[in-house]
């Protein structure tokens, strides 16, 4: 164990154990604790949004998908960006001027029942303990690496870590962390990819050609990984449309004031991820060719681990614990904010609203928030901790499946369908998340004749991520349920409340808040 990592280390984790104090004295009220108050600018929770963009998967495993796999690893990077305009322009605003705490909070505002809130919940749950466990998973090999300790320990540790800072900051201590975190991993990915740059004469051609006369050129063409156009179309469908059903991103919305600080945040995300993606072709390019795609199989069979042996290659020892300390840093954000929105779900959702009818004091909510957060943790860590094997990129976008084919048909439906109805909410939900989970369990991440995944044999559905067969599928149940339910619903009291939601999608004003 070198000083100059656990320097680093104790570095960033001071940092951010000074800011959730702050926070902490900050933190009284439910609103305090889920949305800091609405009080955060727009280039606050844009650096914030992009936090939770910039996770491990994005740091960790985008980086080692580029260096195992080439261009095939670049389509994580161009999906996560052009995800970012959907959201800009379909989702950000009817989001924050129709929900409050919640992705749930959003739903019920047009229908108010509890099974529509269960669903929503179920499926904010799955969301968020899929894409911990990837963190988990990054933080762990990343720790394993610097430190030489037990994989079980790394993980315990930044499980304790993350829930010390929800419990304690709420979302202020959540979002300065990632704001913190975004700005160091921005300047260490950027020093790196200058430093990698550097070595092949700040010639990008150069570095090209340097790639396919050792490598092959195959790495610079899709093929490598998605042999299938199908399968890359289902990636990148995925990737474009699950980030505006990702419940941790749609919760940022709610910490700002407005919609037209919501529209801003995106704006400023949209330019953060943009340079930072770009970035990581250098990443992954330089440890395909410096380090050595063996040397990176090595260490992680997943490729985890290529961008801090790339930091280490180029700067050292004292290269590699900065950028560890970075990457540590990101796992901490970003878990800290799937976190909070797990916590959100258990206790807002199903303790607060469901079984509570909502009649809690705003002592009780707090404290119901911090027990879910509990538990939420607990989950999240006891499954990482049998996921080791696994690229924490291929998890992230089965999150994202999941969130393009269960959460985003129903939001758009809610927000511009006059004729959708609860049954075909719930319906939609249901379908998008048991689909995903069922098409999930029998494709090539989870079956693999060579031992390559989790079990042995040969997957059923031959679709890493079956996105182009579920998003259609949860499009098409939510328009089903509507159908069928069409005749338990009193259409002039339905059209009615439609009125009033696109109004106050639009205008952030409610009806029965205008005096007449």
């Given at each position: 164990?070198?000083?100059?990592?656990?320097?680093?280390?104790?570095?960033?984790?001071?940092?951010?154990?000074?800011?959730?104090?702050?926070?902490?004295?900050?933190?009284?009220?439910?609103?305090?604790?889920?949305?800091?108050?609405?009080?955060?600018?727009?280039?606050?929770?844009?650096?914030?949004?992009?936090?939770?963009?910039?996770?491990?998967?994005?740091?960790?495993?985008?980086?080692?998908?580029?260096?195992?796999?080439?261009?095939?690893?670049?389509?994580?990077?161009?999906?996560?960006?052009?995800?970012?305009?959907?959201?800009?322009?379909?989702?950000?605003?009817?989001?924050?001027?129709?929900?409050?705490?919640?992705?749930?909070?959003?739903?019920?505002?047009?229908?108010?029942?509890?099974?529509?809130?269960?669903?929503?919940?179920?499926?904010?749950?799955?969301?968020?303990?899929?894409?911990?466990?990837?963190?988990?998973?990054?933080?762990?090999?990343?720790?394993?690496?610097?430190?030489?300790?037990?994989?079980?320990?790394?993980?315990?540790?930044?499980?304790?870590?993350?829930?010390?800072?929800?419990?304690?900051?709420?979302?202020?201590?959540?979002?300065?962390?990632?704001?913190?975190?975004?700005?160091?991993?921005?300047?260490?990915?950027?020093?790196?990819?200058?430093?990698?740059?550097?070595?092949?004469?700040?010639?990008?051609?150069?570095?090209?050609?340097?790639?396919?006369?050792?490598?092959?050129?195959?790495?610079?063409?899709?093929?490598?990984?998605?042999?299938?156009?199908?399968?890359?179309?289902?990636?990148?469908?995925?990737?474009?449309?699950?980030?505006?059903?990702?419940?941790?991103?749609?919760?940022?919305?709610?910490?700002?004031?407005?919609?037209?600080?919501?529209r801003s945040s995106i704006s400023w995300t949209t330019w953060i991820t943009a340079i930072f993606f770009s970035l990581t072709i250098?990443?992954?390019?330089?440890?395909?060719?410096?380090?050595?795609?063996?040397?990176?199989?090595?260490?992680?069979?997943?490729?985890?681990?290529?961008?801090?042996?790339?930091?280490?290659?180029?700067?050292?020892?004292?290269?590699?614990?900065?950028?560890?300390?970075?990457?540590?840093?990101?796992?901490?954000?970003?878990?800290?904010?799937?976190?909070?929105?797990?916590?959100?779900?258990?206790?807002?959702?199903?303790?607060?609203?469901?079984?509570?009818?909502?009649?809690?004091?705003?002592?009780?909510?707090?404290?119901?928030?911090?027990?879910?957060?509990?538990?939420?943790?607990?989950?999240?860590?006891?499954?990482?901790?049998?996921?080791?094997?696994?690229?924490?990129?291929?998890?992230?976008?089965?999150?994202?499946?999941?969130?393009?084919?269960?959460?985003?048909?129903?939001?758009?439906?809610?927000?511009?369908?006059?004729?959708?109805?609860?049954?075909?909410?719930?319906?939609?939900?249901?379908?998008?998340?048991?689909?995903?989970?069922?098409?999930?369990?029998?494709?090539?991440?989870?079956?693999?004749?060579?031992?390559?995944?989790?079990?042995?044999?040969?997957?059923?559905?031959?679709?890493?991520?079956?996105?182009?067969?579920?998003?259609?599928?949860?499009?098409?149940?939510?328009?089903?349920?509507?159908?069928?339910?069409?005749?338990?619903?009193?259409?002039?009291?339905?059209?009615?409340?439609?009125?009033?939601?696109?109004?106050?999608?639009?205008?952030?004003?409610?009806?029965?808040?205008?005096?007449?």
């Open positions: 164990m070198d000083l100059v990592t656990v320097g680093f280390f104790v570095g960033i984790v001071g940092l951010t154990l000074i800011v959730t104090y702050i926070a902490a004295k900050k933190t009284s009220s439910a609103s305090d604790f889920y949305t800091a108050g609405g009080g955060l600018k727009g280039w606050q929770n844009g650096f914030a949004i992009a936090g939770d963009y910039l996770s491990a998967a994005a740091f960790l495993g985008v980086s080692g998908a580029i260096a195992l796999t080439g261009f095939d690893g670049f389509f994580f990077s161009v999906g996560y960006v052009v995800a970012n305009l959907v959201l800009l322009y379909i989702i950000a605003e009817p989001m924050r001027n129709l929900g409050r705490f919640t992705l749930a909070d959003m739903l019920t505002a047009r229908f108010n029942e509890k099974r529509i809130r269960g669903v929503a919940a179920a499926s904010t749950i799955t969301i968020v303990i899929l894409y911990m466990i990837a963190q988990l998973v990054g933080a762990g090999a990343l720790i394993k690496l610097l430190f030489g300790i037990e994989y079980w320990l790394a993980v315990l540790i930044v499980g304790v870590m993350m829930t010390t800072y929800v419990l304690f900051g709420g979302m202020t201590a959540t979002s300065w962390v990632q704001i913190i975190k975004a700005g160091l991993l921005l300047f260490g990915t950027g020093m790196l990819a200058v430093l990698v740059f550097m070595k092949f004469d700040f010639n990008l051609m150069t570095m090209f050609d340097t790639i396919a006369q050792d490598h092959g050129e195959e790495y610079l063409v899709p093929g490598q990984k998605y042999t299938s156009t199908l399968d890359s179309v289902s990636m990148m469908m995925a990737l474009v449309l699950g980030t505006s059903g990702l419940p941790h991103i749609l919760m940022r919305f709610f910490t700002v004031k407005d919609a037209k600080t919501a250098f990443l992954g390019f330089g440890a395909m060719h410096f380090v050595g795609i063996d040397q990176i199989i090595a260490e992680s069979a997943a490729g985890n681990t290529a961008a801090p042996l790339l930091a280490e290659y180029l700067g050292g020892n004292i290269m590699l614990s900065f950028i560890g300390a970075v990457a540590f840093a990101t796992i901490l954000a970003v878990v800290s904010g799937l976190v909070l929105t797990g916590a959100s779900a258990i206790s807002h959702d199903i303790y607060g609203e469901i079984i509570k009818d909502g009649q809690l004091t705003e002592k009780q909510q707090v404290l119901a928030a911090r027990i879910g957060s509990i538990s939420i943790a607990v989950i999240s860590i006891f499954l990482a901790l049998g996921a080791q094997s696994l690229n924490v990129s291929f998890l992230v976008s089965f999150a994202f499946c999941i969130g393009a084919s269960a959460n985003l048909p129903v939001i758009i439906y809610t927000i511009y369908w006059k004729k959708f109805n609860s049954t075909g909410a719930v319906t939609a939900m249901t379908t998008g998340l048991v689909s995903c989970l069922i098409l999930g369990a029998m494709g090539p991440n989870i079956w693999s004749p060579t031992g390559n995944a989790i079990f042995v044999g040969d997957p059923l559905v031959n679709l890493a991520v079956p996105a182009i067969i579920t998003i259609p599928l949860g499009f098409f149940a939510g328009w089903l349920g509507s159908v069928i339910g069409a005749k338990k619903v009193n259409q002039a009291e339905a059209e009615k409340i439609y009125k009033e939601i696109r109004v106050k999608a639009n205008t952030g004003i409610a009806v029965q808040d205008v005096s007449h």
